[in-house]
C-alpha cells in the first residue's frame, strides 16, 4: 500500500516558477514508477511527466517538455516536478501517481493517486 500527499501548488505570475513535492509512505515506494497528471476545470486529466523507479528514466507530455523537470529522491521518498516557464494554460490541479512501471504511469494504469494540489497561473 502507498499514500501519496501533494504539496507546493499555489498562485503564481505568467512566466513564474513552482516546484511541486509529493512525499509517499510505505516501504515498497522505490519499486514504483511515479509521475505527474494534471486536470484542468472542465477538462479531462491528462499525462505530465513520470519517471521510472530505477535508473531514472523519464518522460514527458509534448506541452511541458523543456519547462518542467520530474525527480525522485528514493530515500526521501519523494518526486518532485520543478516547473519553469509557467504558462496560464498550465492552471490545473496537478496529481501524483504510482504504478507498478512508468510506462503503466504514461498509460494512465496507476495503481495509487494522491488528492491534488492546485496550481493556478495568472496572465
Known amino acids: 500500500q502507498v499514500q501519496l500527499v501533494e504539496s507546493g501548488g499555489g498562485l503564481v505570475q505568467d512566466g513564474g516558477s513552482l516546484r511541486l513535492s509529493c512525499a509517499a509512505s510505505g516501504r515498497t515506494f522505490s519499486t514504483y514508477g511515479m509521475g505527474w497528471f494534471r486536470q484542468a476545470p472542465g477538462k479531462e486529466r491528462e499525462f505530465v511527466a513520470a519517471?521510472?523507479?530505477?535508473?531514472?528514466?523519464?518522460d514527458y507530455a509534448d506541452s511541458v517538455k523543456g519547462r518542467f523537470t520530474i525527480s525522485r529522491d528514493n530515500a526521501k521518498n519523494t518526486v518532485y516536478l520543478q516547473m519553469n516557464s509557467l504558462k496560464p494554460e498550465d492552471t490545473a490541479v496537478y496529481y501524483c501517481a504510482a504504478g507498478a512501471s512508468r510506462s503503466r504511469v504514461v498509460s494512465g494504469k496507476n495503481e495509487y493517486w494522491g488528492q491534488g494540489t492546485q496550481v493556478t497561473v495568472s496572465s
Open positions: 519517471i521510472s523507479w530505477s535508473v531514472g528514466i523519464t
